[in-house]
């Protein structure tokens, strides 16, 4: 790999990439690399097809192009990590995983691809997909894990994070560190997994005999890192509007926390001095800012881990579906600092 990375003026990791038919580079630098591992007399290991006998598989799949998962989702920090340790378990468990990812738009066309196409079981990722949707593609291709969102009523597999818990958690440490005036930065996108954690830091909050003002709720596109504009100009609204400022923000996950601590610098304000920030998900990248960005983390390894179990286990083929709720665990970082009323 390293003789190839270097021949082909690329990284080692893209290397593996290209060598395991993995998603994550470009079309033409996966084939270059093909090539060149063909001329230096590299053979590629052969792979059994999924249909023979003693070849087992499973498939990710994923629906792109609709709400919070884009085309280039397995990009993104969440959905990284959830991949690769779900690569973990399959390869801990004999299973070769199969990637399959079909646009929104071309439905009907991908699925009748993936039924004829065989494998062991299916792990869905359902974090876009709504509970019609779900259970049209529960009836169309048996052995299903549906992993990140739940809905009760259907009597399909899920997986899911406890989304309640974790904002929850949330909101009992901010009310415990005497933060009254209270802002919360929501997704405009609206999924199962935002909506449980809205209900969530709102409940923590009545505990406490606190509320949101409404004027103190804010909608924004969840998947950007950088500062918008909008919401930067959403946030100079409530500073000039007469009423307290937010002593504090809760964001739905760690792309609009990041977003929301540069808008926040951008107009003057330090964290946790002036305003103190949480978010949600605990992408790794929620390290690397300063400060330290408190979060809830989300278990991705037990997801990914709990949802192979299920389709290499016997449970699958009980008859009786399981929802699985897993935890989550607050992280108390830099960002966020005891509300101070001697001022």
């Excluded at 991908?110 to 593609?137: K, Y």
């Excluded at 549906?146 to 994070?161: A, K, R």
């Excluded at 929850?168 to 919360?184: F, R, S, T």
Aim: net charge negative.
């Amino acid at each position: 790999m390293e003789e190839l990375a270097k021949l082909a003026g690329v990284s080692k990791g893209a290397v593996s990439l290209a060598l395991s038919g993995k998603p994550g580079i470009g079309q033409d630098t996966r084939e270059r690399i093909l090539r060149i591992a063909d001329e230096v007399g590299y053979k590629l290991k052969k792979q059994k097809a999924p249909g023979e006998s003693n070849g087992r598989s499973l498939r990710f799949l994923v629906f792109t192009n609709d709400g919070l998962v884009h085309e280039e989702y397995y990009q993104q920090p969440f959905f990284r990590e959830l991949i690769h340790h779900i690569e973990e378990r399959c390869r801990i468990k004999g299973y070769t995983l199969i990637f399959s990812a079909i646009e929104q738009n071309s439905y009907e066309q991908g699925i009748q691809t993936v039924m004829t196409e065989r494998t062991d079981g299916i792990i869905l990722l359902g974090t876009n997909l709504h509970a019609p949707r779900i259970s049209d593609i529960a009836d169309k291709l048996p052995n299903l894990v549906v992993l990140d969102t739940c809905f009760d009523s259907l009597p399909v597999h899920f997986v899911e994070i406890n989304n309640f818990m974790g904002a929850y958690q949330a909101g009992k440490y901010l009310a415990e560190l005497g933060h009254q005036q209270l802002g919360y930065i929501a997704s405009e996108e609206r999924i199962h997994n935002f909506d449980e954690r809205k209900r969530g830091f709102l409940s923590a909050l009545a505990e406490h005999h606190l509320e949101i003002s409404t004027s103190n709720i804010v909608a924004v596109p969840p998947t950007m890192f950088t500062s918008q504009g909008p919401l930067r100009e959403k946030l100079r609204k409530l500073m000039d509007n007469g009423q307290p400022f937010p002593t504090a923000f809760f964001c739905e996950c760690d792309y609009i926390a990041i977003s929301t601590m540069k808008a926040l610098a951008e107009l003057g304000l330090s964290i946790p001095e002036d305003v103190s920030v949480v978010g949600f998900d605990n992408i790794n990248e929620s390290l690397v800012l300063t400060p330290e960005l408190t979060t809830v983390h989300v278990e991705k390894q037990q997801m990914a881990y709990w949802a192979v179990d299920l389709l290499t286990s016997l449970h699958t083929s009980s008859g009786v579906s399981a929802k699985i709720k897993i935890d989550t665990r607050f992280m108390e970082r830099s960002s966020c600092k005891r509300q101070d009323f001697s001022h």
